[in-house]
């Protein structure tokens, strides 16, 4: 009897665990909870600068960007929405909509402002919204939407500096009939919300999708805990915690990609200041650096590549700290970011990992290495975050999708990067056989080839469909990418495998050209041959001078794209 006793109380404390049972010892993890505690700690510190759409500069202190997302959080909670659509840029009205939906006790959908209507739709309809914030600007993008669903509320922001009145629109009305509520109701504040006492940590926080550029997007399943972890690991890994002084982060990341990497938490976390950015405009970009002191922002390389090559580039007199990921660096990128002062922290991983899992960290030892080699090392994908489990590289060939055997640790031998750990997403919505086949053999897989060097860090060779087979020979498009724009007249490329009646296929590349210069494909290939470093093998045997390359939301190179002018013989678009 006392067995099935104690076992009846395992059983009984497994549950409680999971429910509200108060437990001294612990509390369920939420990243909501770092706005709260940013606003209690330092009100009057700055938490928001943001160029409005009618061209004003709006500055709020922590404690009103605090109760903007208390207030929405109550008028959510009023109208009973629990799956809240947000097409928006870089706003606070998006910040305020990441803390406020979640301390309502609702599920974040932020969608692609970039994505075609029909996308949107695909999504919101999948996601299952009760509700939509949107842009004023990118209202258009939901008008088929609003016709099947006339039932689901629309709510504008119009971006304005105005917070009352008729210049104010119907986001700020809403957190206003929030904050009413909230007094009429008892004026509970922050504790009448969702907080760290009465969430479950395993519960949604957010349905970010995939980009979805061959198929239908995916939404992707994060939970309090994972975005909770993910933050802490972005505060260490990106150095957002400053020795002095606090933080000041420039969000040139789409804050709808991944939830902005978990940003929008991370920089609150260490009470730092968000420069909102309604687009990428590099003249801006460079004048907030130089005049407002910008200590941090995240950014693909192709975003690096064009702010380093922008008129404005000149070192800076203070370090930057700059998180690069979406696609594989190059050297010859970093060395130019480095002579601006602006330090890479190379990070790399997926919206199914909340953004950013791993890390190139710097070793001291590089010091004494010739730069190129330096900043080669510094390009890799590096190690597992602090909060996740150690990175691992798996053979491609294993006839057991469950027994997941390593590579060799010798640089060479290419296989696919898996991930297990905390800052792995939960799954897919409301798809299990894609789900099952993300974790097959019970790691996350990434669909990214790389090779696993001695000391334990990753390098990145290409997707699974990027490899170019070359008569036998495997040539990393990335690779290859990567030495083509040491050309001192390159400026991006991309290369993609064509067909070849000899050698099955070869590649071909596409590049764009630095501002005044003019250079035709075959001085490129002539430079390939006989002044680069790229084996006679790699070398393309077509080279295409392009106005610019296709690319997603995030600055990824769309291969597919390339793979479809090369079939078509399109010279850009």
Not at 143 to 150: E, M, Q
Not at 217 to 224: A, E, L, R
Request: charged residues 20%.
């Amino acid at each position: 009897m006392s067995g099935a006793s104690s076992r009846l109380r395992n059983v009984l404390g497994h549950l409680l665990s999971r429910g509200d049972a108060h437990q001294p010892h612990r509390h369920h993890l939420t990243p909501t909870i770092f706005l709260e505690r940013a606003a209690s700690i330092e009100p009057e510190a700055e938490a928001i600068y943001h160029v409005t759409a009618n061209g004003k500069v709006l500055r709020r202190s922590y404690m009103e960007f605090a109760d903007r997302a208390r207030g929405f959080a109550y008028y959510l909670r009023k109208k009973g929405y629990k799956r809240v659509g947000l097409l928006a840029p870089n706003t606070p009205a998006f910040l305020e909509s990441v803390f406020g939906i979640s301390a309502a006790g609702a599920v974040l959908v932020p969608v692609n402002i970039r994505l075609k209507p029909e996308d949107i739709n695909y999504i919101f309809e999948f996601a299952e919204v009760d509700s939509i914030i949107v842009d004023a600007e990118y209202a258009y993008l939901i008008d088929a939407f609003r016709k099947l669903y006339p039932q689901i509320p629309i709510i504008v922001d119009v971006d304005t500096d105005a917070t009352e009145g008729a210049l104010s629109g119907p986001f700020d009305d809403a957190v206003l009939e929030g904050l009413n509520h909230d007094r009429a109701t008892g004026n509970h504040g922050w504790a009448g919300l969702q907080s760290q006492t009465s969430v479950n940590e395993e519960d949604m926080i957010s349905i970010p999708f995939t980009s979805g550029t061959t198929s239908r997007p995916k939404g992707v399943v994060y939970t309090h805990r994972g975005a909770y972890l993910a933050t802490l690991a972005n505060v260490v890994e990106s150095g957002l915690n400053l020795p002095s002084g606090r933080c000041k982060y420039l969000w040139t990341l789409p804050m709808f990609h991944a939830v902005g990497w978990t940003f929008p938490w991370a920089v609150c976390a260490v009470r730092g200041t968000h420069y909102c950015l309604r687009k990428i405009d590099y003249p801006l970009i460079w004048r907030l650096l130089k005049e407002e002191g910008i200590t941090h922002f995240n950014a693909a390389p192709t975003v690096n590549t064009l702010l380093c090559a922008a008129k404005e580039a000149e070192p800076l007199p203070h370090p930057v700290r700059v998180t690069v990921a979406a696609s594989p660096p190059t050297a010859h990128l970093f060395e130019q970011m480095t002579a601006l002062n602006l330090h890479p922290v190379h990070v790399y991983g997926l919206t199914e990992t909340y953004g950013p899992i791993t890390r190139g960290y710097v070793l001291p030892q590089w010091d004494s290495l010739p730069p190129h080699e330096k900043f080669a090392n510094m390009a890799r994908q590096g190690h597992g975050f602090i909060t996740s489990l150690p990175v691992r590289v798996i053979k491609t060939d294993q006839a057991d999708e469950n027994v997941l055997a390593d590579v060799a640790k010798n640089g060479k031998e290419i296989g696919e990067i898996v991930f297990t750990g905390n800052i792995c997403a939960k799954g897919y919505y409301k798809d299990e056989e894609a789900t099952r086949k993300l974790f097959a053999g019970g790691a996350l897989h990434s669909g990214d080839l790389a090779v696993w060097h001695p000391d334990g860090s990753i390098q990145i060779q290409d997707r699974a469909k990027d490899i170019i087979i070359s008569g036998g020979e495997n040539i990393s498009s990335v690779a290859l990418e990567s030495m083509l724009v040491e050309h001192p007249d390159v400026l991006e490329a991309g290369v993609v495998a064509v067909p070849d009646s000899h050698w099955g296929e070869r590649p071909k590349a596409y590049l764009t050209i630095k501002e005044g210069k003019t250079i035709a494909g075959q001085d490129v290939i002539d430079w390939a041959k006989h002044q680069s470093a790229i084996s006679k093998f790699m070398v393309p045997r077509e080279v295409e001078i392009v106005k610019e390359l296709p690319k997603t939301s995030t600055g990824k190179i769309k291969k597919n794209v390339l793979r479809e002018w090369a079939k078509k013989g399109i010279v850009g678009e």
